[in-house]
């Protein structure tokens, strides 16, 4: 295995890339999304599964194998300030509910190892971000890492009996609860003077809806992973995640319907089609911070000047496998809610079929 260190982008880059053989041992130094989330951590989660469901001892003797592998072998994380924290939320999390399952058959003490590892390597970088960042405070700052931080500090406790964990991702949630879906409510129903911001909305939405949906996705297994533990967090900010996925089933589902116009919520538009053209010279570029899209010169990206014309212009939408049936098994199946556009969304998609296998455990 050669010792890489790349930066984080969602695919490892052309002549770097981790080796697919590299079991029973992990990189050293960590190579990226393939290798850690892609590839172990799910295949871990999965072969989780068939172990509960079929009770095959070899596949959850294959869990603690690849599990072993990272936290015995691995000692440098990466860069924080690329896609770190995020990348180390979404792998630690699918392996601490898939140790969760398999408990009963570690004998040599995985789940201790793999705890320590996560705490002495990948931790510094989650909390840099959690922590370090956090605390500057900054525009609407919160989004999809601090929802997949946030389950995966949850995750964390409840694996290893560690209420201090726990609560930490419990804050996380509430705060970028709080935060992140504030938008439509009081003083956040109206932005400059001209544009309207509905419940359901969350920070990201504008930017763009597969980072609105990992975002989402994030908070609703958070929530599930409280309510197995007597909690309730779906109710957390008067049911914001509830208005979250009525708001971003009905784009994705007008997206899917030839890109109807009538069936977008109010002041919402493709961005493709109908976003005016920027000026010369100039590209379009979202700010998280001040929720809105500008124009900057391509040069140097200094900025021209802010769109404000009281639409909202959207970006990659389509259906992303996140959590939508967890959400909806929670809200339609346990409390009677109608949640019709994420029936739609949901009736078109299924099965939900990624990281976290919905179909089949919720």
């Not at 980072?211 to 929530?223: D, I, P, V, Y």
Request: proline letters at 4%; glycine letters at 8%.
């Amino acid at each position: 295995m050669p010792n890489v260190q790349i930066r984080y982008s969602g695919i490892n880059a052309p002549g770097i890339n981790c080796s697919a053989a590299y079991d029973p041992r992990a990189p050293i130094t960590i190579c990226g999304h393939v290798s850690f989330v892609e590839m172990d951590a799910q295949m871990v989660y999965k072969m989780a599964l068939a172990w509960y469901a079929t009770g095959d001892a070899r596949y959850a003797t294959q869990v603690l194998s690849i599990i072993n592998a990272w936290a015995t072998t691995n000692t440098d994380w990466g860069w924080h300030w690329e896609n770190g924290p995020l990348e180390a939320g979404w792998g630690i999390a699918a392996m601490a509910r898939a140790l969760e399952l398999v408990r009963s058959r570690d004998t040599s003490n995985v789940i201790g190892k793999f705890l320590s590892w996560v705490n002495k390597v990948p931790m510094q970088d989650m909390l840099y971000y959690t922590v370090t960042l956090t605390a500057k405070n900054l525009p609407n700052q919160y989004g999809n890492w601090h929802s997949t931080l946030a389950e995966a500090y949850m995750a964390l406790g409840v694996l290893g009996n560690n209420r201090t964990m726990y609560n930490s991702g419990v804050s996380t949630f509430t705060a970028t609860v709080a935060d992140h879906l504030k938008w439509g409510k009081g003083s956040f129903a109206t932005q400059y003077g001209n544009i309207s911001r509905l419940p359901g909305e969350c920070s990201e939405t504008m930017r763009d809806m597969y980072h609105s949906q990992f975002g989402l996705g994030g908070l609703l297994q958070a929530a599930e992973i409280a309510w197995q533990q007597d909690e309730d967090l779906y109710s957390a900010s008067s049911y914001a995640l509830a208005a979250a996925m009525e708001l971003h089933a009905r784009i994705t589902n007008a997206f899917a319907a030839n890109k109807s116009t009538a069936m977008l919520p109010p002041t919402f538009k493709y961005f493709d089609t109908q976003m005016p053209k920027p000026p010369a010279n100039c590209s379009w570029q979202f700010n998280m911070g001040r929720q809105l899209w500008q124009a900057v010169w391509t040069a140097n990206g200094s900025l021209n000047y802010e769109l404000m014309d009281g639409n909202k212009y959207m970006l990659g939408i389509g259906f992303l496998p996140t959590g939508w049936e967890m959400g909806y098994n929670h809200y339609v199946g346990r409390l009677g809610m109608q949640l019709p556009e994420t029936a739609a969304m949901l009736a078109r998609s299924w099965p939900e079929w990624q990281w976290n296998l919905l179909s089949l455990t919720v």
